[in-house]
């Protein structure tokens, strides 16, 4: 017998439940909310001029930056726990900014404008490459969760970085001077080509 004669209603039922199932996926892959993007489409780390800097001394080394935070989605809106971006040289933590928590409408973008404080100039590598040029390690971490058509999705983590390279006049160097983050959590050994000790 024809396992499919289609006067047969469980035919209809199968073929009926197969068509409801795709249409399903396809609404499901639609709606499916993206993660933000994060873009550094500026960042400014003055340079050493003379000694290193004192803790009592005006610092002027903080590095400024500002960071496109984009989110895709056209149907979902995303709402953020606060934001840290963190600036490291190789392994050395050099400094960090806080964004707080915001809520942030369906495909907007938002331009944060901060200061990364560098107390004590950083650490000793990042001060002796100052003197020449330099590539940073920026991380950014947040916590977020999507709201579809006010339904609130689960709080998770996105955590990105990249590497900004800087001139000596302490401005982004490179071609575009654009610098998109993307998942680089334990790849900046290989990055920097070494081996990393203390
Ligand atoms: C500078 O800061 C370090 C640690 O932050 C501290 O141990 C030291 O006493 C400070 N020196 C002065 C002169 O304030
Ligand atoms: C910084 O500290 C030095 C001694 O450690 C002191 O002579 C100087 O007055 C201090 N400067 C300021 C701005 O506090
Ligand atoms: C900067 O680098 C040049 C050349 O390598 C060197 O002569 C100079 O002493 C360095 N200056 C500082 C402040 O480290
Ligand atoms: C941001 O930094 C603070 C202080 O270091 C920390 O408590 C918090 O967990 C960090 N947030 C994220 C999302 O990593």
Not at 29 to 41: A, H
Not at 133 to 160: F, I, N, P, T
Request: aromatic content about 12%.
């Amino acid at each position: 017998m024809d396992p499919c004669n289609p006067k047969s209603f469980q035919c209809w039922l199968l073929q009926f439940l197969t068509l409801l199932g795709l249409l399903i996926l396809c609404l499901w892959l639609t709606l499916l909310p993206k993660s933000p993007t994060y873009t550094i489409v500026y960042l400014y780390a003055p340079p050493f001029t003379v000694a290193p800097p004192q803790n009592n001394t005006t610092n002027n080394n903080d590095i400024q930056f500002r960071v496109e935070i984009d989110n895709p989605n056209d149907k979902s809106g995303i709402q953020y726990g606060d934001t840290n971006l963190t600036i490291y040289y190789y392994d050395g933590y050099v400094g960090s900014a806080t964004l707080p928590s915001f809520y942030q409408g369906n495909g907007k973008t938002y331009v944060w404008v901060g200061v990364v404080s560098v107390v004590g100039g950083g650490n000793s590598r990042f001060r002796a490459a100052r003197n020449g040029s330099a590539e940073l390690r920026v991380m950014v971490a947040a916590a977020m969760r999507h709201r579809v058509m006010g339904v609130k999705g689960r709080w998770k983590r996105v955590e990105l970085g990249g590497f900004v390279g800087v001139g000596l006049d302490g401005r982004m160097s490179g071609k575009n001077r654009k610098v998109k983050l993307k998942s680089v959590k334990n790849n900046y050994r290989a990055h920097y080509g070494i081996d990393l000790i203390g």
